[in-house]
Nanobody, 121 residues
Framework: QVQLVESGGGLVQPGGSLRLSCAASGRTFTRYTMAWFRQGPGKEREFVVVISPSATIKRYADSVKGRFTASRDNAKNTAYLQMNTLKPEDTAVYFC??????????????WGQGTQVTVSS
């Protein structure tokens, strides 16, 4: 089973950009569907994007379509979330998650510890 470590969060002004990374340990990364979720202050965790093992399928939440781009580098065992045109409502702790196989059925197998993204002037 993989282990996940997120990085790249921080404070950014509205309209700015950040790129989050999710580094996975283990040799089976290419089997895993990767996803990003977020949890804003006082809110429930919400889905952001899912990317299939081969990166051929990506599905985004409506709230981030056109602004966020998910990608993965299977040679580096890393998933990425490029976030552009950030808004204050994007402020949240962002988590990556992994699930063996595609499509995803049931809960994700592994979660990272989260990285804080704050969008504020």
């Amino acid at each position: 089973q993989v282990q996940l470590v997120e990085s790249g969060g921080g404070l950014v002004q509205p309209g700015g950009s950040l790129r989050l990374s999710c580094a996975a340990s283990g040799r089976t990364f290419t089997r895993y569907t990767m996803a990003w979720f977020r949890q804003g202050p006082g809110k429930e965790r919400e889905f952001v994007v899912v990317i299939s093992p081969s990166a051929t399928i990506k599905r985004y939440a409506d709230s981030v379509k056109g602004r966020f781009t998910a990608s993965r580098d299977n040679a580096k065992n890393t998933a990425y979330l490029q976030m552009n045109t950030l808004k204050p409502e994007d402020t949240a702790v962002y988590f990556c998650a992994a699930k063996d196989g595609w499509p995803v059925r049931g809960e994700y197998d592994v979660w990272g510890q989260g990285t804080q993204v704050t969008v504020s002037s």
